[in-house]
């Protein structure tokens, strides 16, 4: 059926993206999320709405988390799932947690499904029991732990800090939603918060790997910042490439005619 109001087209967006998310633990480009819009509904346009831009459209929906990349291009989550948008949020100087391992540890767990990491190839499982090979398993981190990162990030700020009023609504029903709307305000503790959070996420992964030994390049992504963009290292520059690559269909994959270069902001070698 058409699409008759903003606020069927709205809830429409909001089920793309949850189902998006149940799928892949992944936020979604908004490059991808309209297309996924018009596969449901070939007649949307933004424009029916009195929106100038599908962008505009996007950012006036509630039960969305935001992250404007560029000038171009943002990513969406569920409002419950903002964090995850925090992914390019930087630990130690350029580094980031693999979006793999990202979802492994923080997203939150399902029926009928395991996570692991498989030493022999290096890549992270999730899915069936049934279908999982040798593996080492990951515990993702508990609700009530990541619950209580916020509720100690919140007592960081001091007896004066307007966030001290959600620390009541901090439950397992509806606390992480609170958490996030009470944020959106507010760029500059967001920011903060996404840092504690990924430096808070990378000791849990570094404590998870120790008895396997396993080297944090395993689970960074990162590249030598001494010399700007010129002093990415070979292995940063595979870790970047192959996390890339795990973002994309394979369907896409197979389409791809353009030098990836163009995608990690590397400079072209010269040659004589």
């Known amino acids: 059926?058409?699409?008759?109001?903003?606020?069927?087209?709205?809830?429409?967006?909001?089920?793309?993206?949850?189902?998006?998310?149940?799928?892949?633990?992944?936020?979604?480009?908004?490059?991808?999320?309209?297309?996924?819009?018009?596969?449901?509904?070939?007649?949307?346009n933004e424009k029916n709405f009195q929106y100038n831009s599908f962008s505009a459209f996007v950012r006036d929906c509630k039960g969305i988390a935001i992250d404007i990349r560029g000038t171009t291009d943002f990513a969406v989550a569920p409002a419950e799932h903002a964090e995850s948008l925090s992914e390019r949020t930087e630990v130690e100087g350029h580094?980031?947690?693999?979006?793999?391992?990202?979802?492994?540890?923080?997203?939150?767990?399902?029926?009928?499904?395991?996570?692991?990491?498989?030493?022999?190839?290096?890549?992270?499982?999730?899915?069936?029991?049934?279908?999982?090979?040798?593996?080492?398993?990951?515990?993702?981190?508990?609700?009530?732990?990541?619950?209580?990162?916020r509720r100690d990030f919140i007592n960081s700020l001091g007896e004066e800090s307007e966030l001290r009023s959600v620390l009541p609504e901090l439950t397992l029903q509806g606390g992480f939603k609170?958490?996030?709307?009470?944020?959106?305000?507010?760029?500059?503790l967001r920011k903060r918060w996404h840092s504690v959070l990924v430096d808070r996420v990378a000791s849990t992964i570094r404590a998870w790997g120790e008895p396997i030994k396993l080297p944090d390049e395993a689970w960074l992504l990162g590249y030598d910042t001494s010399r700007g963009t010129q002093g990415i290292t070979e292995g940063g520059?595979?870790?970047?490439?192959?996390?890339?690559?795990?973002?994309?269909?394979?369907?896409?994959?197979?389409?791809?005619?353009?030098?990836?270069?163009?995608?990690?902001?590397?400079?072209?070698?010269?040659t004589k």
Request: glycine share 4%; charged share 25%; hydrophobic share 40%.
């Open 1 to 44: 059926m058409p699409i008759a109001t903003k606020e069927e087209a709205h809830e429409l967006l909001q089920r793309v993206i949850r189902d998006w998310w149940s799928d892949t633990g992944q936020p979604l480009l908004g490059s991808q999320l309209k297309v996924r819009m018009l596969e449901r509904a070939p007649d949307f």
């Open 95 to 149: 580094t980031r947690i693999r979006p793999h391992f990202w979802r492994a540890f923080v997203s939150f767990p399902k029926d009928n499904e395991v996570r692991s990491f498989i030493p022999e190839t290096g890549r992270v499982y999730i899915g069936p029991p049934g279908n999982c090979p040798p593996s080492v398993p990951i515990p993702p981190i508990p609700r009530e732990v990541q619950l209580k990162w």
């Open 178 to 188: 609170a958490f996030t709307v009470a944020l959106e305000d507010r760029p500059g």
């Open 237 to 270: 520059v595979r870790q970047r490439i192959y996390a890339l690559l795990d973002q994309v269909r394979t369907e896409d994959l197979l389409e791809l005619r353009i030098p990836i270069r163009w995608f990690l902001d590397t400079p072209p070698k010269h």
